[in-house]
């Protein structure tokens, strides 16, 4: 069961200007569902985007990472219920047939779309499928579409995922609203499977790439559900310079700093949605370190936490077996590490200092946080002044479930 | 259930000359089992070690390292159902006072004594309970009691782990008999909770302890059950120098190599043992890397496939769900890897290559060696002449079970 999100209506997504969305069933995996969107962009539209790391990457991402560069963007397109992953040079040849379709349809140019796919690794993408289902999702293209969009992108996801937000600037008002998709294999490196965020702030092209950057690093690289890296994680941040305020070129300048905050607030919104949606999560567990000596040693101890099985089931079990914390602070890669200066606390229980457990830790004070389906591992490292902070979730017999029968 | 190891006949271990060992039920946790165990070694006897990097490592691994710095070594004591560890100061009165009354009753010092603990973490150590049963373990000492001291240190542990082999030096008889424990919290670095290899071989000092270090490297250092190492991990290795053969003093001697070899052999069945009987454990699945530019990145890519847990579901459900492997491959962490040079066999079938599925694989072959109990996943990385070997288990209902219910 997803960890506290509540129904998402229609109507709490407002549209972005410059930008209308359409989804069909096509049929890819299996029929009656909707599988196939499409997203078209008004010309001038910014696009920006960071994609995995995983060598083993996507075709779709192989091509969309290309079409970035080689040209403006017109039109997205995302499959679900394939991943084009692992398929060598016919799922390349597979993703550029789909946006030269998509591009007669519309009349641009193939280079012009993006191709996205998630689902089954490993398997021919079904690209006649793809290619007859685009007239329907191109017929059904709107502005008020997104929380249609959230549900056609979805796979193991059992709520669909969005986020509006609007923010004052330059004395207008400027609307952010996106949409993401994940539920496992989340341990994204750059960016999770399939986020997109719509503004129609007026943002340069340099700026718009400075900032998806960061705001990846503020929310979907700091999540894992079970630390696994996708092959076909991306996160796309369209700016259709819709809203009449001065063109952001600077980086330093106070709207750009408005423009980022908000837009890594929908993303980090979108993200821990999808750790809340973690397959067999029952608790929403954020992880914060504070005190270290540089962001990377402060990561390394939040993944630690965040990825060891056994934190994880004790989590499920709401056992407060936090010695097993303990364990993976010290097993997390800091050579030079003095266990004696760490402190960590349980939301506000103060668990273990010294090496040990805490002189005034009783182990009610631990059941009563872990009894809860929100908790916060607190672990001050007393080594600098760097911080960082991981969602991630608990891992449950269902993850097991969900995960023994993916495909069948 | 433990995946193929048949049950361990008493009669099976051979008793090696200066060494005696002794049990005893001390009710540390649990009343009415044996928890405890003593080990009394001859005058003479060598003892090298390597011990966890954690860096919370347990207050008996920080006395048993200083101990074993500062005299010679004439016993050992164990205790399971508490490890000791995240216990601050404490702890390390307990464990040295723990080796002060066994010192007593055998007419040593304490630092002729090392200490092992394994258990809950983050406990104080019942240290009266184990001074109160440490007459009886002595009591108990002798030298064909191998069997029980192997189930003496077992925790959540299904099955004793134990081997006996002889190898022929310098026209010598040599006889190595070993046991161990571990079954969850099982990526050992340098060593697993609690391996004990035992000989009779003439040896000095310093080529103990190289030979424990490179047999570490290629028995538990190259296992992993849920990735999460263990802040007791200790591998020990005893040489009593009763064989009568001539002193071993060199490393490039062929006795050397001989004993080396028989060592590693012990340690690794140790090792797969403990995988075998890996927490809920349906399968033992081997990864051998080929053909890599060098040995860290023969491992890098090795344990990226033995600890996704999307890898480890899918041979849970024996569903050849296979491009969670390449997807496993593609985040191990090689920047420069070039996907399209990879194969991927399954035993005997090969899965993928050129980026993609092989010509030539059909499912029905991928079924047919995931229904098995025990598989060899073999990636070829062809980028150099270095190789390595992990071995692991599949995830399962159960081992969330165990571990959501380890402490009640």
Redo the contacts between chains.
Sequence with gaps: MPVNIFPLLPGHLLPVEGITLGIAEAGIKKPNRKDLLVMLLDEGTQVAGVFT?????AAPVIVAKQHLMQSSTRALVVNTGN?N???????IQHAVATCAELARLVGCTAQQVLPFSTG?????LPVDRIVAGLPAAVANCKTDNWFGAAQAIMTTDIVPKAASRQVQIDGKTVTITGIAKGS??I?P?MATMLGYVATDAVISHDSLQALVRSAADRSFNRITV??????NDAFIVLATGKAGHREITRQDSAEYGLLQAAVTTVAADLAKMIVRDGEGATKFITVQVDAGKDADECVKVAYAIA????VK??F??S?P????I???????G??D?D??GIQLYLDDVLV?E????ALNYCEEDGQRVMNQSEITVHVVLNRGSASTTVWTCD???D???I??????
Tied chains: 1, 2.
């Excluded at 790391?53 to 990457?57: E, G, L, S, V, Y």
């Excluded at 079970?226 to 092959?231: A, R, V």
């Excluded at 010294?354 to 457990?357: L, T």
């Design positions: 790391q995983n060598r083993f990457c991943a992953a692992g398929t060598g040079e016919t799922g089954v690794i490993m398997e021919p496992g294999m341990r490196n079970d630390g696994d890296t996708s092959t990825h060891s099985p056994l089931t004790a499920f079990a056992d077996n936090l010695g097993r303990l364990a993976a602070i010290g097993y997390a800091i050579d590490l266990v004696s273990a010294q090496g040990g457990r891992f449950s017999y993850y097991v479930k995960n023994a029968s993916y495909r069948s």
